[in-house]
């Protein structure tokens, strides 16, 4: 699948059906998978041999699902989750463990960032948060001899800052430690941060990838080009001996591309057991047989809208990478040419209340903690999922008092605005 383009990978990427077998991915809905002898089943609890002995470890139907999504972002393995949570946590904490330190972009997804500031502290991992606009000097000061990645997202959610991703690689790399990005809002459809030097991606499939509200779900996708091997002291779950399984190192066996993957399905999804269900990775393949069609119209419709919203004497403020006037605009030029997503973020004049007030008006919109749904949505997120955050760390995560996140679903875009306008105008 290297050789066709990425709207040929939506479709036909990760499961190729020998002769007679199922055209659409079966769905293996089963806990436990037999064997012959104690022998044949021995060796994939020693990691000799592959297969499937335990769905709580691995599924049939969930390993075709995450061949696909690492085509689509040109990785070498991937894993599915039970949630972008999950794949968040598991994606940092297969190589951050208690007495480390990793340093995160402040405006990062507000259960992200209360993940690792709350729960991940508690387990012994410590979080440095640094500004996407931060200086080199900023930047460079936040790493610490303990510092065992770095974490960005490529469209912060819901602040929608666009990360310069080359320039937080470089700086991870000068380190020795990977960039992970959290590609959620952006999808392999619009970026694609392994060219830019990325090392991990995570992804909340609930989102766009499913498209439908219908399933949750996270995936884990590694480039297999950070030479784990240079840094065996910084990395040693990696880079040396686990007794969990006589003493395999996972860099040995399984080289540069398949290591860090297998380590997280070996030790995290075996002891925690995050796994997503194969019926919902059923659905979300299906949302990702049309997702390069349905980002296209997410874009068109976002861009349609905010360019409204720019211009409405009730606004004050709108925040699209796309739009000639952002902040963003010629960072999104580079990393998102393809379009910014189908997400805008927005304040209402008046404030607070001024927002709320707004969105009980709203007929097409529903109020809802979702985003990137075929649906048009919107949050207010200052009383919803940065709630537990304090009026110095909304700042931080650029999330005012009066911001709207808009998810623009696949609607009529004239209809949607004749919503806003009547919701505004109320």
């Given at each position: 699948m290297k050789d066709v383009n990425?709207?040929?990978?939506?479709?036909?990427?990760?499961?190729?059906?020998?002769?007679?077998?199922?055209?659409?991915?079966?769905?293996?809905?089963?806990?436990?998978?037999?064997?012959?002898?104690?022998?044949?089943?021995?060796?994939?609890?020693?990691?000799?041999?592959?297969?499937?002995?335990?769905?709580?470890?691995?599924?049939?139907?969930?390993?075709?699902?995450?061949?696909?999504?690492?085509a689509l972002e040109g990785g070498t393995a991937a894993m599915l989750t039970s949630s972008g949570q999950a794949a968040n946590f598991y994606a940092v904490f297969n190589i951050a463990s208690s007495g480390d330190h990793v340093v995160a972009v402040s405006t990062i997804y507000g259960g992200t960032y209360n993940l690792f500031a709350v729960t991940m502290k508690r387990m012994g991992v410590d979080f440095t948060f640094v500004s996407p606009y931060c200086t080199d000097e900023e930047l460079e000061a936040a790493f610490r001899p303990n510092t065992k990645a770095v974490f960005g997202e490529t469209i912060a959610?819901?602040?929608?800052?666009?990360?310069?991703?080359?320039?937080?690689?470089?700086?991870?790399?000068?380190?020795?430690?990977?960039?992970?990005?959290?590609?959620?809002?952006?999808?392999?459809?619009?970026?694609?941060?392994?060219?830019?030097?990325?090392?991990?991606?995570?992804?909340?499939?609930?989102?766009?990838?499913?498209?439908?509200?219908?399933?949750?779900?996270?995936?884990?996708?590694?480039?297999?080009?950070?030479?784990?091997?240079?840094?065996?002291?910084?990395?040693?779950?990696?880079?040396?001996?686990?007794?969990?399984?006589?003493?395999?190192?996972?860099?040995?066996?399984?080289?540069?591309?398949?290591?860090?993957i297998t380590k997280a399905t070996a030790q995290l999804m075996r002891d925690l057991g995050s796994i997503q269900s194969p019926q919902n990775a059923f659905i979300l393949n299906l949302g990702l047989e049309s997702l390069h069609l349905r980002m296209e119209r997410h874009c068109a419709n976002a861009k349609k809208i905010a360019e409204y919203l720019s211009s409405n004497e009730n606004v004050s403020w709108v925040?699209?990478?796309?739009?000639?006037?952002?902040?963003?605009?010629?960072?999104?030029?580079?990393?998102?040419?393809?379009?910014?997503?189908?997400?805008?973020?927005?304040?209402?004049?008046?404030?607070r209340k001024a927002a709320e007030a707004?969105?009980?008006?709203?007929?097409?919109?529903?109020?809802?903690?979702?985003?990137?749904?075929?649906?048009?949505c919107c949050l207010h997120p200052a009383s919803a999922t940065h709630r537990q955050m304090n009026d110095e760390e909304l700042v931080a995560a650029g999330v005012s008092a009066d911001l709207v996140r808009l998810s623009v679903g696949l609607e009529n875009a004239d209809d949607l605005i004749a919503d806003l306008d009547q919701a505004l105008k109320a």
């Open positions: 990425i709207e040929t990978k939506c479709i036909q990427a990760g499961y190729v059906p020998g002769n007679g077998e199922p055209r659409q991915i079966p769905i293996i809905q089963s806990t436990t998978f037999k064997y012959d002898t104690s022998e044949d089943m021995g060796k994939l609890f020693d990691l000799e041999a592959s297969g499937y002995f335990y769905s709580r470890l691995q599924n049939p139907t969930n390993d075709y699902v995450a061949a696909k999504i690492a959610n819901p602040a929608l800052v666009v990360l310069d991703i080359e320039r937080f690689a470089g700086a991870a790399h000068a380190h020795g430690v990977p960039l992970i990005i959290d590609n959620t809002f952006a999808t392999p459809i619009l970026c694609t941060p392994f060219k830019f030097g990325a090392d991990i991606v995570t992804h909340s499939t609930t989102k766009y990838m499913d498209g439908h509200g219908a399933g949750v779900g996270g995936c884990i996708v590694d480039s297999g080009k950070f030479d784990w091997t240079k840094y065996p002291d910084k990395f040693p779950g990696l880079c040396t001996p686990d007794e969990s399984y006589h003493g395999v190192v996972y860099t040995e066996r399984f080289g540069l591309g398949g290591a860090y925040k699209y990478s796309a739009l000639p006037t952002d902040k963003d605009y010629a960072l999104a030029q580079k990393y998102l040419p393809k379009g910014s997503c189908g997400v805008v973020s927005f304040g209402v004049k008046g404030g707004f969105m009980k008006k709203l007929k097409l919109a529903s109020i809802e903690t979702h985003v990137a749904d075929a649906r048009t």
